[in-house]
């Protein structure tokens, strides 16, 4: 059970061992600047689950939810690998374009659609939020 994935460049890899604890596409207005317009879409490990090889570079902003989120990133290719929340340490929110595919992850739920262009579409089948969602639950005592 699990992932491999990697930067474009391929300077940074990952191996992750757990499912995700939630999957989410985020339409906040900074997930629209690192995404080239679009929204990230996001798979929330336990942070202790993500293990990376390679040099990462990091940016630390305020974000919409106002808690401070650290963006980490391969410094050569500038692709995002994973964003962590100060609210949730214990959380890895690996961005699905750095896991190796085929996988079975997709988004479960549409976030920050406030903020989002108007031309955005939303799948309708998936669980909506106009800003922030609820946090998700803490990881089972029995991982890790
Ligand atoms: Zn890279
Ligand atoms: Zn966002």
Redesign the pocket.
């Known amino acids: 059970m699990g992932y491999t994935g990697r ?6 890899t990952l191996q992750i061992t757990a499912k995700p604890i939630a999957t989410r596409q985020c339409w906040c207005r900074q997930c629209q600047s690192i995404a080239a317009g679009g929204p990230t879409n996001n798979a929330m490990f336990p942070a202790d689950a993500v293990h990376i090889d390679g040099t990462l570079g990091a940016a630390t902003w305020t974000a919409a939810s106002g808690n401070t989120l650290t963006f980490h990133f ?1 410094p ?2 500038g ?1 995002q690998v994973y964003a962590q929340s100060s609210a949730r340490p214990h959380i890895k929110t690996t961005r699905l374009g750095v896991i190796d595919q085929p996988h079975d992850l997709a988004p479960q739920a549409v976030i920050w659609t406030d903020e989002a262009p108007a031309w955005a579409v939303f799948d309708p089948a998936l669980e909506r939020f106009d800003r922030q969602p609820p946090a998700p639950p803490p990881p089972p005592a029995s991982q890790g």
């Open positions: 930067c474009a460049c391929g300077a940074v391969c050569a290719c692709t």
